[in-house]
């Protein structure tokens, strides 16, 4: 089980649905007073981030936008197969003709 420690890790929900969306102030240099939102339980937060913190923040939103893609591709492929299981099913019971297209 993977486990969310990060900023993207809601202190409400506890689920990693966290964004930045406002840099509220730069309170010296590498840091940084940020409001954070949580997609999943509307939370809104603020406090003062380091630089490691925000570029692990970014990671953490491509690693998870790069398995919502995975997980569309592999909807897609079953989709795909399901469709042609229909397809198939329709030949078979010859319910599909060669005028049809």
């Known amino acids: 089980m993977d486990v969310h420690t990060g900023l993207e890790t809601c202190t ?3 689920r990693p649905f966290v964004e930045p969306v406002a840099l509220l102030e730069l309170v010296d240099e590498g840091l940084y007073l940020l409001a954070l939102h949580c997609k ?26 790069a398995e919502m893609e995975s997980a569309l591709e592999i909807v897609s492929v079953a989709r795909f197969i399901d469709d042609l299981e229909g397809f198939a099913h329709a030949l078979d019971a010859g319910l599909v003709l060669p005028e049809d297209f």
């Open 40 to 65: 999943n339980c509307d939370l809104l937060t603020t406090g003062v981030h380091e630089d490691a913190e925000l570029e692990a923040l970014e990671h953490a939103g491509e690693r998870a936008q």
């Open 12 to 14: 409400g929900c506890g």
